[in-house]
C-alpha cells in the first residue's frame, strides 16, 4: 500500500473543502468529484471505506470552521478585555441572531431526518445523496445567483450590517440555510442566495453566512463523528491508523485554505457580484450531469 498516496489524497480534499466550503459553489458536488476520481484505498474493506469517507468529509469541515474563529475572534469572543460594555452586549447580540438563524437547519437536520428515516427506511442523504441531485441543484441555483444579481443591479441593500439585521430575518436566512440539507445547494450559496433576497449587502450575507456554519458545521461534525464510532463499536471493527492520519491532516489543510478562502471572498464581494460563482455552478452541474450519463 502507499501511504503517500493516501496522505496526497486526504491533503486533496483538505484543499477542496477549505475552497469549496466558504465559496457559493457547493464543497459537496466538489467532494463527489474528487472522491469518484480518487477514492480513499488505504484498506481492502470497502465497507469500512464507505462509512468512513461518510463521516471524514463532514468531520474535515472542522478545520473551516476553525479559520472563521481565527479570522473573526474579534467580533466572536464576548469576553476581550479591550470590549466596551457596549461592544460585548453587540457581540452577544451577534450570538443570539447566530442561534436563531441555526434552528430551522437543527430542526431538518435532526427531525426531518430522523422521522423521513423511521417512515420510509432510508434517511435525507439515503434520497438525496446522489449525482442527479447534486448537478440540478448547482444548476438551479447557478442561475438564481445570476438573476438576483441582475435584480439587485441597481438596487441599495436595505440591510447594510448583521446589526441591522432583524430576528425575523435572521430566522428567514436560517430557513434558507436548511435548505442546504440538499446536497450540491451549497451551505453558504442558499445563505448567501436568501440574504440578497431580503436585500442583506454581500458583505453582510457573507459574514453571517461565516458565523452561522459554526453551530452548524459543529454539529453535523459531532453528529457524524458519534455514528462512526458507533458503527465501529457494534461492528467491532479495527480502525487503522491511516485512518485517522488522513482525517487529521484533512482538517489541517481545510484549516489553513480556509483562511485564504475566507480572505478571499471578503475581498471579492467588496468589489464585485456572485454572477461569477453562478456561472461556476451551472459549468459544474452540467459536467456532473456528464460524468453520470457516461459511467
Known sequence: MNYIIEI?????YGIVEGITEWLPISSTGHLILVEDWLPFAFTSDPKFLAEFWEMFQVVIQLGAILAVVVLFRGRLWPFAKQKTVEQRRATWLLWAKVVVASIPAAFAGIVVDKVLEIVSGKDIDGWLYNSVVVAVALIVYGIAFIVIERINR?????????????????????????????????????????SMLMGISRTAAAEFSFFMAIPVMLGASGIKALGFASWVMEENVAVPAMA?????????????????????????????????????????GVLVLILFLVR
Open 8 to 12: 496526497l489524497k486526504a491533503m486533496l
Open 244 to 284: 485517522w492520519v488522513t482525517l487529521a491532516l484533512g482538517c489541517l489543510v481545510s484549516f489553513a485554505v480556509s483562511m485564504m478562502a475566507i480572505r478571499f471572498l471578503m475581498d471579492f464581494v467588496k468589489k464585485h457580484s456572485f454572477a461569477p460563482f453562478g456561472i461556476y455552478r451551472i459549468a459544474l
Open 154 to 194: 441597481n438596487k441599495m441593500p436595505r440591510v447594510g450590517s448583521i446589526e441591522e439585521m432583524s430576528w425575523g430575518t435572521a430566522l428567514c436566512v436560517g430557513a434558507f440555510q436548511a435548505l442546504s440539507i440538499v446536497p450540491g445547494t451549497s451551505r453558504s450559496g442558499s445563505t448567501i442566495l436568501g
